[in-house]
């Protein structure tokens, strides 16, 4: 069955790092695009980054600059390197898979606190 296992969050202070992962299985990974969203509380889920099957990446301008997405086919994971993050980074991000359908990833917490 179709799997997106999202990992790598945590408590970060202000200008530190984060890198996520989201490892799939049960689709051919390499033939989805594949995205990173996250939702606040109290607030709507929000497309943060996606990078196509042929590895061509957009961002939402709040991230530009900050926020690196990239993908390993061998290893079926897509990661978020999340550098210089604000207080307002803070979140559940979520990963997704799309072609034919869309799967979801389970959500991991990222918190951005002194």
């Known amino acids: 069955q179709v799997q997106l296992v999202e990992s790598g969050g945590g408590l970060v202070q202000p200008g530190g790092s984060l890198r996520l992962s989201c490892a799939a299985s049960g689709f051919t990974f390499s033939r989805y695009a594949m995205y990173w969203y996250r939702q606040a509380p109290g607030k709507q889920r929000e497309l943060v980054a996606d990078i196509s099957s042929a590895s061509s990446t957009e961002y939402a301008d709040s991230v530009k600059g900050r926020f690196t997405i990239s993908r390993d086919n061998a290893k079926n994971t897509v990661y978020l390197q999340m550098n210089s993050l604000k207080p307002e980074d803070t979140a559940v991000y979520y990963c997704?898979?799309?072609?034919?359908?869309?799967?979801w990833g389970q959500g991991t917490q990222v918190t951005v606190s002194s």
């Open positions: 997704k898979a799309a072609r034919n359908y869309n799967y």
